[in-house]
């Protein structure tokens, strides 16, 4: 079933925070490791996105656990899944792996759900995250032109990644937490070489960041400039996740509401961070936020990103099944 068509009829849920669920197993060393890569030269600990290859089944329970919570799009466990983020742990040559096997499970997963319930058909999402470096900002603060990494650096890991996802069987891409627009651009190049090259497209879904209360971007785009600067491409939807809770994203929902030609999407933290970093707001506090948006009819798409849970895409899941999506006149059929 198509997605667009879906789309039109309701509100999609997304799923909550991966690395959140992953703290929760209070993983070693060791189950990082795994056997296969006991004597791998650096730590591992801390590399989630390495977890498809060693812990398998506990990505697979975590996905189960937020599509019976109610999420219809599941994301992959590759937020940092490309050579440029896994050169920090000198794991770069597996970035295509990674992927592969991310997309295989979460595919497994929304079969095995899906199979439940055949007239709601759960998708997967590719996620792909901004790498640790920013082709907008300088790496040394006295010298404004030098980069950390070029555009062609970028598309050409994006590419890789976005592969090994399709290969996997991922049914969207989603390029998300965009806090470098031309970081985005060059994903959305990589992406696009790589739909030429397979003779296949799938839905592209593009989320930007905004930063804190100025908001603009971390490279200092308005959410209008981040909206105009990706709108070349036929994307499925734009949205705003991270950085803000649903409170403080609201204003700039509002925003993409108003000027997107495409479906719209958020997925904001739960809440702010308290002074341990750590996200104090419940499911039912959040959802009341949410609803404010399902009132105004700003979203196609939303989810939960740092610090949620299964239990509050479940409360998102629940109101969001009341209300009408958002209606926009330039989607195409």
């Given at each position: 079933?198509?997605?667009?068509?879906?789309l039109?009829?309701?509100?999609l849920?997304?799923?909550g925070?991966?690395?959140t669920m992953?703290?929760?197993?209070?993983?070693?060393?060791?189950?990082?490791?795994g056997?296969?890569?006991k004597?791998?030269?650096?730590?591992?600990?801390?590399?989630?996105?390495?977890?498809?290859?060693?812990?398998?089944?506990?990505?697979?329970?975590i996905?189960?656990?937020?599509?019976?919570?109610?999420?219809?799009?599941?994301?992959t466990?590759?937020?940092?899944a490309t050579?440029?983020?896994?050169a920090?742990?000198?794991?770069?040559?597996?970035?295509?792996r990674?992927?592969?096997?991310?997309?295989?499970?979460?595919?497994?997963?929304a079969?095995?759900i899906?199979a439940?319930?055949?007239?709601?058909?759960?998708?997967?999402?590719?996620?792909?995250?901004?790498?640790?470096?920013t082709?907008?900002?300088?790496?040394d603060?006295?010298?404004?032109?030098?980069r950390?990494i070029?555009?062609?650096e970028?598309?050409?890991?994006y590419?890789?990644?976005?592969?090994?996802l399709?290969?996997?069987g991922?049914?969207i891409?989603?390029v998300?937490?965009?806090f470098?627009?031309?970081n985005?651009?060059?994903?959305?190049?990589?992406i696009?070489?790589?739909?030429?090259e397979?003779?296949?497209?799938?839905?592209?879904?593009?989320?930007?960041t905004i930063?804190d209360?100025?908001?603009?971007?971390?490279?200092?785009?308005?959410?209008?400039?981040?909206?105009?600067s990706i709108?070349?491409?036929d994307?499925l939807?734009?949205?705003?996740?991270c950085?803000?809770?649903?409170?403080?994203l609201?204003?700039?929902m509002q925003?993409?509401?108003?000027?997107s030609?495409f479906?719209?999407s958020?997925?904001?933290n739960?809440?702010?961070p308290?002074?341990?970093?750590?996200?104090d707001?419940?499911?039912?506090?959040?959802?009341?936020?949410i609803?404010?948006?399902?009132?105004?009819?700003?979203?196609?798409?939303?989810?939960?990103?740092?610090?949620?849970?299964?239990?509050?895409?479940?409360?998102?899941?629940e109101?969001?099944?009341?209300?009408?999506?958002?209606?926009i006149?330039?989607?195409?059929?």
């Open positions: 079933m198509d997605i667009r068509n879906i039109k009829e309701r509100i849920v997304l799923d925070a991966m690395g992953i703290q929760q197993y209070t993983l070693s060393e060791e189950d990082f490791r056997q296969e890569f004597d791998h030269p650096t730590s591992l600990k801390g590399n989630n996105d390495f977890l498809v290859l060693t812990q398998p089944e506990i990505i697979k329970e996905h189960i656990k937020y599509l019976e919570a109610g999420a219809d799009i599941l994301e466990n590759t937020f940092s050579r440029i983020a896994q920090d742990y000198q794991a770069e040559d597996l970035a295509y990674i992927n592969l096997e991310a997309a295989r499970i979460a595919k497994e997963a079969v095995e899906t439940k319930d055949p007239h709601r058909p759960r998708f997967v999402a590719g996620s792909i995250g901004p790498t640790n470096k082709a907008s900002i300088s790496s603060v006295n010298q404004p032109g030098i950390a070029s555009f062609d970028l598309s050409m890991a590419k890789e990644q976005a592969k090994g399709m290969d996997g991922a049914d891409l989603l998300e937490t965009v470098d627009t031309l985005a651009k060059a994903a959305l190049f990589g696009s070489e790589l739909f030429s397979l003779g296949k497209e799938i839905p592209v879904m593009v989320s930007g930063t209360a100025s908001g603009r971007t971390l490279s200092g785009q308005t959410t209008e400039a981040f909206l105009i709108s070349h491409f994307l939807s734009v949205g705003l996740n950085a803000l809770g649903a409170s403080q609201h204003p700039y925003i993409l509401n108003n000027q030609p479906y719209t958020a997925h904001p739960a809440g702010l308290n002074e341990f970093g750590e996200y707001q419940t499911p039912e506090e959040m959802g009341k936020l609803e404010n948006y399902l009132e105004e009819k700003l979203v196609n798409i939303i989810g939960g990103c740092c610090g949620t849970t299964p239990a509050h895409i479940k409360e998102i899941s109101i969001a099944a009341k209300y009408k999506p958002r209606e006149v330039h989607a195409e059929a």
